[in-house]
Structure formats: structure tokens, C-alpha cells
């Protein structure tokens, strides 16, 4: 079964740009995230999607950043324009939560550098 | 706002010691504590859960605690190996709604 998977795996852009990040979830799951790690920083929660519906957005930055899961199945965040301070990884997991627990199964990352 | 702390400097152990790790937390519980594990260049990787009325949960090699009064968690890794050097994180679940808050991780170097 593959994993999750993200793309680009890196992205240089400079100040002004934008630049989208895709996230494929495991097959079947319903739940999909998407986390930051700002270099030096723990891991942020930016939000999360139940199917194609945004559950809870309420670690996204700021309105220059875009999440969209159209059908249920992988998901972009575009961020528009791009700040300096956008730089880090870019974490996307996803998760088939039951009864007794919700493992979230993350991505690679996709690493964003802002010139 | 909850605050999660876990040892900044890299913990280096002997192979086959038993490596420790430790979460704390500030505020009030979470519902679940979890443990991740992150290799370079890669996603964090789901370890063990634990919930709010639990002590304790093994898996393996692995063994985590879970101390409400103390608000700490302890994540033991049993005669340890080269290939356990990684960073672990922990993260916590507030509640029912999945949203992960984390720490910024120890680094753990196994030496043979």
C-alpha cells in the first residue's frame, strides 16, 4: 500500500511568488492534515480536512495561504504571495480514525525556501 | 496556551542501555499523548499512543508512561540499537478533535 506522498519534495521560489504543494493521502483515508515546521520550531497543526471539508483551520497563518481537497482525495495548499517567513517544511499526513485511536500516517515533507 | 518540553541537547546512550526520553507538558491534560519517531528528510512516523487513564503502554522494545500529576510522559526505548538513533517527538491531543500539538523533539544517537 503506498504512503502518503507529497510534491514538490523541495521548492526555491522568491518573495512575491506563489507556489502550491500537493498531497496525496493513503487510499481510503478520510481525515487529511497538513503541518508546518519552521526551521528550529516544532511541528504546527495548520488544518485538517474530513473528506472534502475543512474540519479545522484554525492553525492557518494568515489569507495568503489556500487549502482545497476538491473530492475528498489529495489536497493542495497554495501559498500566495510568498513571505520569507513561509520557509520550512511542509508536512501532510492522513488518517483513518476508529473507535479507539486516529494514527496519523505523514508524508515526506515538501521543504519551501522563500528568497 | 499549552507548552510541551522536551530536551533540547541530543541524548547519547550505549547500545543495549535503555534510552529515556521525556515530554512535559504545562496545562491541563490531553486526551491522548503520542509518540512519533523522524528520521532526516522524512515524515514523523506514529510510534504509540497513550490515553489520559492510562499509565503505561509497551510495544516491543518501547515502553511510554503517562503521569497526569506530574503532567510528564516517559518514553523508553529497551536495550537499545544504532538503528533507534533518530529524534522522537511527542505530541499531544487535547481532545476528540485530532489536532496535534508537539514539541520540538529530543535527538537520541546510539553509539555501538
Known amino acids: 500500500e503506498a504512503g502518503v506522498t507529497q510534491f514538490p519534495s523541495h521548492s526555491v521560489i522568491e518573495k512575491g511568488q506563489t507556489v502550491t504543494l500537493r498531497c496525496d493521502p493513503i487510499s481510503g483515508h478520510d481525515n487529511l492534515y497538513w503541518y508546518r515546521r519552521v526551521m528550529g520550531k516544532e511541528i504546527k497543526f495548520l488544518l485538517h480536512?474530513?473528506?472534502?471539508?475543512?474540519?479545522?483551520e484554525s492553525g492557518m497563518p494568515n489569507n495568503r495561504f489556500l487549502a482545497e481537497r476538491t473530492g475528498g482525495t489529495y489536497s493542495t495548499l497554495k501559498v500566495q504571495p510568498a513571505e520569507l517567513e513561509d520557509s520550512g517544511v511542509y508536512f501532510c499526513?492522513?488518517?483513518?480514525?476508529?473507535?479507539?485511536?486516529?494514527?496519523?500516517?505523514f508524508g515526506p515533507g515538501t521543504r519551501l525556501t522563500v528568497l | 496556551s499549552q507548552k510541551i518540553e522536551q530536551n533540547s541537547e541530543a541524548l547519547n546512550i550505549q547500545e543495549g542501555k535503555t534510552a529515556t526520553l521525556t515530554c512535559n507538558y504545562t496545562n491541563y491534560s490531553p486526551a491522548y499523548l503520542q509518540w512519533y519517531r523522524q528520521d532526516p528528510g522524512r515524515g514523523p512516523v506514529f510510534l504509540l499512543l497513550?490515553?489520559?487513564n492510562e499509565k503505561e503502554k509497551r510495544k516491543e522494545r518501547l515502553k511510554v508512561t503517562f503521569d497526569t500529576t506530574l503532567k510528564q510522559s516517559l518514553f523508553h526505548i529497551t536495550a537499545s540499537q544504532p538503528a533507534d538513533s533518530a529524534t522522537y517527538l511527542c505530541a499531544l491531543e487535547m481532545d476528540s478533535n485530532y489536532q496535534l500539538i508537539w514539541g520540538a523533539g529530543t535527538k537520541l544517537i546510539i553509539k555501538p
Open positions: 499526513a492522513s488518517s483513518q480514525p476508529n473507535y479507539f485511536t486516529d494514527t496519523q500516517y
Open positions: 497513550i490515553r489520559e
Open positions: 480536512f474530513v473528506k472534502e471539508s475543512k474540519q479545522d
